[in-house]
């Protein structure tokens, strides 16, 4: 396998995930400043990829795979350590229908290739939006949040940044319910469109998925 050059970037963002988690929980004054450069520096990684790939074709099977891996393990690590650093209730539940999300489009996604409508469920435009919002959000909250013991000082304007970073992740959590449900939609003439036997790689024909017999 030849790696290019979007994908080796999709691998370096891989590679930035613990050392986000690192750089988070470091005890010193410029944690949470280190903390948003590193996700900044991811997320130019995941546009840059992109941008190369389409301008160059460099294309390849194995970076069509792992591009959206990289996106959600950073996007779920940061939430994670969001969370972590101001606990409160409406944080979790925006991390939570956040990741939730992903887990269900990825499963949606992965089903419908199987069927052979990926095209289905392409992103839409209100993917984008959300895309935007959410990394916004996640970059004002690194820089905002620090978990240090004991607390360190706020960082400059770092009250005005947090309340940006908490309303965008609200924003984006909604959006990501609503792109969630445009998945859905385009998805679910297919998925009523009649079910068929399927047939038991080991047990043969005649054994249909989710009958009494399993």
């Known amino acids: 396998m030849k790696l290019t050059i979007p994908t080796i970037l999709t691998l370096l963002r891989i590679a930035l995930i613990p050392v986000l988690a690192i750089v988070f929980y470091l005890p010193y004054r410029w944690t949470s400043f280190a903390a948003a450069a590193v996700f900044a520096l991811a997320s130019v990684t995941d546009w840059l990829d992109g ?3 389409r301008r160059y074709h460099q294309y390849s099977a194995f970076g ?5 891996v990289a996106d959600k393990l950073m996007v779920a690590t940061a939430l994670f350590l969001i969370v972590q650093g101001h606990p409160t209730a409406w944080m979790a539940l925006w991390a ?4 939730g999300r992903e887990i269900a489009v990825s499963a949606l996604r992965e089903w419908m ?6 095209a289905r469920v392409a992103v839409a435009t ?7 919002a959410q990394m916004v959000a996640l970059l004002c909250l690194l820089y905002a949040i620090s978990p240090a013991k004991p607390p360190q000082p706020t960082p400059w304007m770092g009250e005005f940044v947090f309340h940006v970073g908490d309303w965008l992740l609200a924003i984006a959590a909604l959006l990501t319910l609503w792109s969630g449900y445009e ?5 679910w003439p297919v998925l009523v469109a009649g079910e068929h036997p399927s047939v038991d790689s080991a047990g043969g024909a005649g054994k249909i998925a989710g009958s009494p017999r399993e």
């Open 96 to 99: 939570a229908v956040i990741v």
């Open 51 to 53: 941008w190369i790939a």
């Open 183 to 187: 998945y859905l939609r385009a998805a």
């Open 64 to 68: 069509a795979f792992l591009d959206p």
């Open 113 to 118: 290739a199987e069927l052979g409508q990926r």
């Open 126 to 132: 209100v993917g984008k939006i959300k895309t935007i």
